[in-house]
T-cell receptor
Framework: DAGVTQSPTHLIKTRGQQVTLRCSPKSGHDTVSWYQQALGQGPQFIFQ???????QRGNFPDRFSGHQFPNYSSELNVNALLLGDSALYLC??????????????FGPGTRLTVL | AQTVTQSQPEMSVQEAETVTLSCTYDTSENNYYLFWYKQPPSRQMILVIR??????QNATENRFSVNFQKAAKSFSLKISDSQLGDTAMYFC??????????????FGTGTKLQVIP
């Protein structure tokens, strides 16, 4: 059973550039959530995708956008990168996300460094 | 809004000993779920244990158990017979429904646990 996968593992970008991160959910899952984890901090919710639409969003600017494909995989795009965007970006998948009892399964993350 | 507080940024424990990680949360809701996740140095977040708020019985998974005190809004994790592989960041997480009817998960800031040989 394939777990959640993310690519790439590491990325180095410069300020002002744009970046795209990718996630494939666990087999059988259709809901993808993205989190930003700054060094030494807990994950902060960015947004969630279900049925190819953004269903809910955390307190992140519009520079952060995403997409979900028919096969449930997802992309996170960040435009006009800032130094403060340097973090570990985690993707989590779940089934529908319509119950507080759902367990989210996490990928290994993408480490983004902005210089 | 829900908040999750982990007041112990770092802890250490001798191998084979028992350690307890604390977590408190603030909510006005009655139905929710609580989770403990482990994030080893290799980064992949792994579910350790979960607790239903409407169940009084504390959850147990092998060497991991919780002490859930709903009135006190406390959800501590006890690791018995600590092993070197338990070295990791541990995150407490609170799950409820938001106003749109979707699951919302809030994480604490984590506790870094070091198991000493």
């Amino acid at each position: 059973d394939a777990g959640v996968t993310q690519s790439p593992t590491h990325l180095i970008k410069t300020r002002g550039q744009q970046v795209t991160l990718r996630c494939s959910p666990k087999s059988g899952h259709d809901t993808v959530s993205w989190y930003q984890q700054a060094l030494g901090q807990g994950p902060q919710f960015i947004f969630q995708y279900y049925e190819e639409e953004e269903r809910q969003r955390g307190n992140f600017p519009d520079r952060f956008s995403g997409h979900q494909f028919p096969n449930y995989s997802s992309e996170l795009n960040v435009n006009a990168l800032l130094l403060g965007d340097s973090a570990l970006y985690l993707c989590a998948s779940s089934s529908e996300g319509l119950s507080f009892t759902d367990t989210q399964y996490f990928g290994p993350g993408t480490r983004l460094t902005v210089l | 809004a829900q908040t999750v507080t982990q007041s112990q940024p770092e802890m250490s424990v001798q191998e084979a000993e028992t350690v307890t990680l604390s977590c408190t949360y603030d909510t006005s809701e009655n139905n929710y779920y609580l989770f403990w996740y482990k994030q080893p140095p290799s980064r992949q977040m792994i579910l350790v244990i979960r607790q239903e708020a409407y169940k009084q019985q504390n959850a147990t998974e092998n060497r991991f158990s919780v002490n859930f005190q709903k009135a006190a809004k406390s959800f501590s994790l006890k690791i018995s017979d600590s092993q070197l592989g338990d070295t990791a960041m541990y995150f407490c997480a609170f799950s409820s429904m938001n106003s749109g009817g979707y699951q919302k998960v809030t994480f604490g800031t984590g506790t870094k646990l070091q198991v000493i040989p």
